[in-house]
């Protein structure tokens, strides 16, 4: 089982990086089609506010990927889920944010994280880090 990080679906979206959204774009389908990935709602959250940010994109436009990104479970984060992020933040020195994707994912039972900001290969909570923008350079 899977879980996709935030940064492939802004790379999904973004249209000025076209080799990334192509394989973010491939990713996601294939995970939609296969039913091995899951996301939780935080990533829908982030993804909301860097599209507006970042990319530009309109609420209408936004609304559109969102809908497309449900077509994957999407799972809540609880108040658990918070306070383990504390420890996972402390013990492998990362953002608060990132903590709580890796909880979040380990707690559904996924044994890979796709992710291009953690180190590539790198087990944390019991699951391998994946990047799959590696190859792009």
């Known amino acids: 089982m899977r879980f996709i990080d935030t940064n492939v679906f802004v790379y999904a979206a973004d249209s000025k990086n ?14 939609v089609s296969s039913g091995g990935c899951r996301i ?3 990533v829908l959250n982030e993804f909301a506010s860097v599209a507006h940010r970042k990319l530009g994109l309109t609420n209408d436009e936004i ?3 969102l809908e497309m990104f449900r ?5 809540p984060v ?11 933040m402390e013990r ?3 953002q608060f944010y990132d903590a709580l994707l890796l909880v979040s994912a380990s707690e559904s039972g996924c044994d890979e994280f796709i992710t291009e900001d ?10 391998k880090a994946v990047n799959p ?5």
């Open 71 to 75: 077509a994957l479970p999407v799972l």
């Open 63 to 65: 609304k559109a990927y």
């Open 92 to 94: 492998y020195e990362l």
């Open 18 to 31: 076209s080799a990334k959204r192509a394989v973010a774009r491939k990713l996601i389908t294939t995970a």
């Open 118 to 127: 953690l180190n590539d290969g790198q087990i944390y909570c019991g699951m």
């Open 40 to 42: 939780n709602v935080q």
């Open 78 to 88: 609880s108040a658990d889920v918070t306070e383990k992020g504390l420890d996972v």
């Open 133 to 137: 923008f590696k190859k792009l350079g």
